[in-house]
Each structure stands twice: as structure tokens, then as C-alpha cells.
């Protein structure tokens, strides 16, 4: 799960740019890359959280 997460990291900001782009222009795409890196945040969080979880359980 982090390695995705931090995949995440980098694809969702450019995703989000290039939507926000197209869609309403370059205030959108600074909004939408923005959107992006704060939901790639919380996958990587959730997702470093239960692997931290899942070697502490052992």
C-alpha cells in the first residue's frame, strides 16, 4: 500500500492539474492539483498506517 501511495502522489496532482486545466482553466488547475496531492495524501497515510499496523501486529 505505500508504494501506491506514493505512486498517488505524483499521478493524482497531474490528473487533477490537467482536469482542472481543461475544465476551468489555470485557477482550476491549481485547485485541481492541489485536490489531487491532498487525496493522494490520504491514501498514502491510510495506507502506511495499516502496514506499520500490520509489522507492529506480528
Known sequence: MP???CLLLIVLPL????GGG???GA?????GA???FAAALVVF????????KGIRGR
Open 34 to 36: 492541489g485536490a489531487g
Open 45 to 52: 497515510g491510510a495506507g502506511s498506517y495499516a502496514f506499520i
Open 15 to 18: 490528473l487533477g492539474l490537467a
Open 22 to 24: 481543461f475544465l476551468w
Open 3 to 5: 508504494v501506491i501511495g
Open 27 to 31: 485557477q482550476g488547475a491549481k485547485w
